[in-house]
């Protein structure tokens, strides 16, 4: 069975690092993009990027290029999504999802969603 | 970036009410379109991919279609748990982009 889970929900302040995971199991790691979309307070969803574990391939959307890093450790199939050093405007839902590495690259699994708060 | 523009973004509908979501992207896109179902609190959930290939699990009610840059989810009799926002997405460019949502709300 294909899962995708999460790291559980974070409170910071302003300016710290933080950095949350998506641990997968039940399929080939390396096949397959993880990406990571944000979700902030009754809003739409944005993509913030992908990586594909077999080459650590990384694509960033433009709006999110140098706001954040995603990596991946193989030897435990997960991805991560960090953070130098967070904002207020970074309060939102955090979601990775599993995208097939050809054809519609569309995303099948999706973990569970993690809350993220930035407050002073 | 390529724009993906939904249409409505809210609708008020009653069970066995037929439904169609537009969504329109600012070029051609072929059919790289996936659309999702989310409900509150929960992940989104992959309905349709390719335009109109139905995710395996998914109700025959929902259909999609188009290609290029104007695209349809149809949902043909909504049942009470189909009430959700829907979102299409474009996976053709990087960034992959999502259009705004559309609640589905009972009238």
Wanted: glycine share 10%; with cysteine; charged share 15%.
């Amino acid at each position: 069975e294909v899962q995708l889970v999460q790291s559980g929900a974070e409170v910071k302040k302003p300016g710290q690092p933080l950095k949350i995971s998506c641990r997968t199991s039940g399929y080939i790691f390396g096949d397959y993009w993880i990406a990571w979309v944000r979700q902030m307070p009754g809003k739409g969803l944005e993509w913030l990027g992908m990586i594909y574990p077999a080459d650590s391939d990384t694509r960033y959307s433009p709006s999110f290029q140098g706001q954040v890093t995603i990596t991946v450790d193989n030897s435990i199939t997960t991805a991560y999504l960090q953070w130098s050093s967070l904002e207020a405007s970074d309060n939102a839902m955090y979601f990775c999802a599993r995208h097939s590495g050809s054809g519609s690259f569309s995303g099948d699994y999706w973990g569970q969603g993690t809350q993220v708060i930035v407050s002073s | 970036d390529i724009q993906m523009t939904q249409t409505p973004s809210s609708l008020s509908a009653s069970v066995g009410d037929r439904v169609s979501i537009t969504c329109r992207a600012s070029q051609g896109i072929s059919r790289f379109l996936n659309w999702y179902q989310q409900k509150p609190g929960k992940a989104p959930k992959l309905l349709v991919y390719s335009a109109s290939t139905l995710q395996g699990g998914v109700p025959s009610r929902f259909s999609g279609s188009g290609s290029g840059t104007d695209f349809t989810l149809t949902i043909s009799s909504l049942q009470p748990e189909d009430f959700a926002t829907y979102f299409c997405q474009q996976t053709y460019y990087t960034p992959w982009t999502f259009g705004q949502g559309t609640k589905v709300d009972v009238k």
